[in-house]
């Protein structure tokens, strides 16, 4: 039996923890509060700020894990290098977990050094300086803090009146102590997808059938799968995916995102970790779903295949307002469907937009993939989260 400290305990850990305990393996899920989806279903649990190296060195310390799964992005992981050096196991790799957690580091490594499509980038560390990004890369164009997600201080610039607003609003979204942010062109694309990338200790990389989403407010709403897509946009999309796990290293499931134009495919960026637009493979659409894989590529069990069983689509469950005492309101109407399901992750607090569950539908490999994800939206409206 392995131990594993989860680091982050949210519905993508809890998933996981699941996964990790019907194998047996030992959890210790770590988040900044208690009661945490991740902590409910592991063997035991502490809540430090994972931002402190020193809060992430005792634990670390104190549970000598056989691997360090992060589940989220806000983490010390400067100190991950270390870990390594003194013979520990981070997943997928220390490198992983660092660059992505920085959209320079990530951005510059995919398109300077390996070469990807990528939109037009610049980089400005004040609204002056924004100003003569927005001039070079022209608009509309997208910023971004370089430490944010989920949305998190992004806009559109659609007009120079947008530039000091988005300035402002970049500095309030921003997570880490810096102030920079990366002014992306604006890619008009057609559509988006998630490509689930699984790099194993030994064996060959595998890649799941794609996943198409739409975001709005700077989460997912729906997701689905497979997405439709040409053979020659899904092969680019598996090539950069290659390229970018095979520099960042190590053994686990990436979440990569690109977006499909009219001039191809874009890499936009990834997590090395279950991705949520991926818990539409809760929907038992593939032989394994997402978090089994993260966990079989972790321990070093061997995945010989990932197959499409069925096409499938989730639709998010959002709470409707603040609660200390949050409950589902019309849950019924989602159980009572045919070729549906559901998971509440057990949030102990909600506000406004906060994801609080999901709902899966599902199809035969001949159904309409636009049909079942319909079916998942219009079911996932019909719950309300209030006290
Ligand atoms: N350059 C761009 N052109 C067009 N749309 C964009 C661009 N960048 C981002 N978007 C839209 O905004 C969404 C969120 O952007 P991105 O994934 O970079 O941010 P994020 O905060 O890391 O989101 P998350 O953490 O939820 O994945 C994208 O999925 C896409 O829909
Ligand atoms: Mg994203």
């Given at each position: 039996m392995a131990t594993i400290l989860l680091l982050g305990a949210g519905e993508l850990g809890k998933e996981f923890v699941i996964a990790a305990q019907r194998l047996s393996q030992k959890v210790i899920a770590i988040d900044s509060y208690e009661n945490a989806?991740?902590?409910?279903?592991?063997?035991?649990?502490e809540v430090i700020n994972m931002l402190d190296g020193d809060a992430l060195d005792a634990v670390v310390k104190k549970y000598n894990p056989d691997y360090i799964v992060p589940e989220i992005e806000a983490i010390r992981t400067e100190r991950f290098y270390e870990y390594e050096k003194q013979?520990?196991?981070?997943?997928?790799?220390?490198?992983a977990a660092n660059y992505t957690m920085n959209r320079k580091a990530i951005r510059d490594l995919a398109s300077k050094e390996l070469g990807l499509k990528t939109a037009h980038y610049r980089y400005a560390t004040s609204a002056t300086e924004l100003k003569k990004?927005?001039?070079?890369?022209?608009?509309?164009c997208v910023v971004k803090p370089l430490m944010s997600s989920s949305g998190k201080g992004q806009s559109t610039i659609k007009s120079q009146a947008d530039i000091e607003k988005a300035w402002n609003y970049s500095?309030?979204?921003?997570?880490?102590d810096v102030a920079e942010v990366i002014v992306e062109s604006f890619v008009n694309f057609n559509y988006e997808i998630t490509l689930l990338t699984v790099t194993q200790r030994e064996g060959e990389t595998l890649f799941c059938p794609p996943i198409g989403h739409r975001q709005e407010r700077g989460d997912y709403q729906e997701s689905w799968q497979p997405a439709t897509m040409k053979t020659n946009h899904l092969e680019a999309a598996k090539d950069m995916a290659a390229k970018v796990t095979e520099a960042l290293g190590g053994a686990g499931i990436w979440g990569i995102e690109?977006?499909?134009?009219?001039?191809?495919?874009?890499?936009?960026?990834?997590?090395?970790?279950?991705h949520d637009t991926g818990?539409?493979?809760?929907?038992?659409t593939q032989n394994f779903n997402e978090f089994e894989l993260h966990l079989r590529a972790v321990i070093g069990l061997p995945i010989p295949e990932i197959t499409l069983e069925r096409k499938g689509a989730s639709?998010?469950?959002?709470?409707?307002?603040?609660?200390?005492n949050p409950n589902f309101y019309g849950i019924e109407k989602v159980a009572a469907a045919p070729k549906s399901d559901f998971r509440l992750f057990g949030k102990p607090t909600s506000r406004p937009y906060r994801r609080m569950g999901v709902v899966v539908t599902y199809g035969n490999l001949d159904k309409d993939i636009s049909e079942i994800t319909e079916r998942a939206k219009n079911l996932a409206c019909k719950v309300k989260v209030l006290s």
């Open positions: 989806p991740a902590m409910q279903v592991a063997h035991e649990w013979g520990y196991t981070v997943v997928p790799s220390a490198k990004a927005v001039e070079e890369i022209g608009m509309p500095q309030e979204g921003s997570r880490g690109f977006f499909v134009g009219n001039e191809g495919v874009y890499f936009s960026e990834l997590s090395p970790r279950p818990m539409v493979t809760l929907a038992n639709a998010v469950i959002l709470a409707n307002d603040f609660s200390e």
